[in-house]
């Protein structure tokens, strides 16, 4: 576009002139943007083409207890009603003890493609025989991270096709979510087989479907707690555990079931700073692990009480990308009051859960309408303009009215009439 030569070259400055010498924008929607940067000097070390500050929402998601201790839990999200229902399912969960964690192995995985391979059964077998000198290669590649007590692990081949193999690394990052790292460690391996080995690397890069760091949340709440509305405790504990099948069953329904827990854990995981498309990417291809995209958590009554459980992967990191680099990511790692990526994880599969048992809580009893509409009013006042005290008085207005009715042009007109009587 025209003006727009080089931008990635000029200052956050120079790029704000461009928007106005271009008539892209007006004074005022530059002066927005200049107020919306908080630490210009931070975005401009973190991307290219910087012209300001996105903001969302931060909040705490509450009682969350797991493994026996409580933490708090800072939220980055958008949607209304994800920190009420993750903060209620978690509130379920604690009057019944809270969650219990497990996480078997913490490790990552990269890929060097091979194309044009001849006998690949061979050729596998060949490259397995290296495994150890090839794992030294990768060690190498990446010193600090040995030194730091962890590196590679292990070499798979897999075949692909009859002319594709994967040789697969698996490699210990510590506390890094390792993209980085593992690329360096597999672009070394590459430059090996390429040079010495004579093969056609395609490509090495890590694989964001990474089942070396499976973590898992289980809680047990008796069924008794669960009665509302005059329906009886068992009677809904069954109705969730009839959703989770439904989940199992039904892709349509999988997805959004997913996506509630997604909520939870991506809202949790914008808050510690790490890569969101990677844990997205791998816990959408883990849902759909054997062939069919499935409900992730499973929930069934065993006894007198509700038994949940979910396993996602959660590549996360408590360093490395931009968690070094936004102050704000070290209050908030204060604020989860423990540090590390393992304690990461398991809030993160925690939240998961409370956020999936507070939708399904909703669902066969009150319908989630109920919930959602209360909170997406505030969003319907601010839409429409209201300020200050203004929200809540265009809300309670609004929820006088019938549901179908609860609607902008209703808030606007409620908004008029609040500012003309005053
Ligand atoms: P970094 O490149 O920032 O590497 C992690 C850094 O943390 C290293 O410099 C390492 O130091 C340092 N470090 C300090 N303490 C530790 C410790 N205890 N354990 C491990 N490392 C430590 O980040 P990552 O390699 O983790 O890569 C993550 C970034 O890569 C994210 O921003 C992600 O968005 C991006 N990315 C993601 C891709 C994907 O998912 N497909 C692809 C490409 C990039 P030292 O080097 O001295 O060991």
């Known amino acids: 576009m025209q003006g727009f030569e080089k931008f990635y070259r000029k200052n956050w400055a120079e790029r704000l002139e461009v928007l106005r010498k271009t008539q892209t924008l007006s004074e005022k929607q530059i002066e927005q943007l200049k107020t919306n940067a908080v630490t210009p000097e931070v975005g401009e070390t973190q991307i290219e083409n910087f012209i300001t500050q996105y903001q969302l929402p931060e909040g705490l998601g509450l009682n969350f207890v797991i493994d026996g201790k409580e933490y708090l839990l800072p939220m ?10 993750a903060s209620h399912g978690a509130a379920i969960v604690k009057k019944a003890g809270g969650f219990t964690t497990a996480s078997r192995q913490r490790a990552m995985r990269g890929q060097v493609i091979l194309e044009n391979v001849q006998e690949p059964t061979k050729l596998a077998a060949q490259i397995a025989q290296q495994a150890d000198s090839l794992l030294q290669i ?16 292990e070499l798979a081949v897999r075949k692909l096709a009859e002319d594709l193999l994967s040789v697969d690394l698996i490699i210990d990052t510590k506390e890094a979510m390792g993209a980085n790292m593992i690329n360096t460690m597999l672009e070394a391996v590459a430059e090996k087989l390429r040079s010495e080995w004579h093969l056609d690397v395609l490509m090495a890069i890590l694989s964001n479907y990474t089942t070396e760091c499976l973590v898992s949340a289980t809680c047990r709440i008796p069924v008794a707690q669960l009665a509302k509305n005059g329906i009886q405790g068992e009677q809904i504990a069954q109705k969730i555990t009839q959703a989770s099948r439904v989940a199992q069953l039904d892709p349509y329904r999988a997805a959004t079931h997913n996506k509630g827990i997604m909520n939870g854990v991506d809202a949790a995981v914008l808050a510690s700073g790490n890569d969101w498309r990677a844990i997205e990417a791998a816990v959408h291809a883990y849902a759909a692990r054997d062939g069919q995209y499935r409900g992730l958590s499973s929930w069934q009554v065993a006894g007198q009480d509700l038994v949940g459980e979910l396993t996602i992967p959660l590549p996360v990191g408590s360093v490395g990308g931009s968690i070094g680099v936004v102050p ?24 998961g859960l409370a956020q999936n048992l507070a939708a399904l809580y909703a669902l066969v009893t009150d319908g989630i309408q109920k919930g959602h509409m209360s909170l997406q009013m ?17 809300v309670s207005a609004l929820k006088q009215l019938p549901r179908n009715q609860q609607n902008e042009s209703s808030a606007r007109k409620i908004l008029a009439e609040i500012r003309s009587a005053n």
């Open 328 to 351: 704000l990511l070290a209050v908030n790692s204060a604020l989860r009051q423990e540090r590390g990526a393992s304690a990461l994880q398991k809030m993160l599969v925690s939240v």
């Open 76 to 85: 980055v999200t958008e949607e209304p009603s994800v920190i009420a229902g």
């Open 138 to 153: 990768a060690a190498k590649a990446h010193p600090s991270i040995v030194k730091r007590g962890g590196g590679p692990l």
């Open 378 to 394: 505030k969003s319907l006042a601010a839409g429409v303009g209201a300020a200050g005290p203004e929200v809540d008085q265009v």
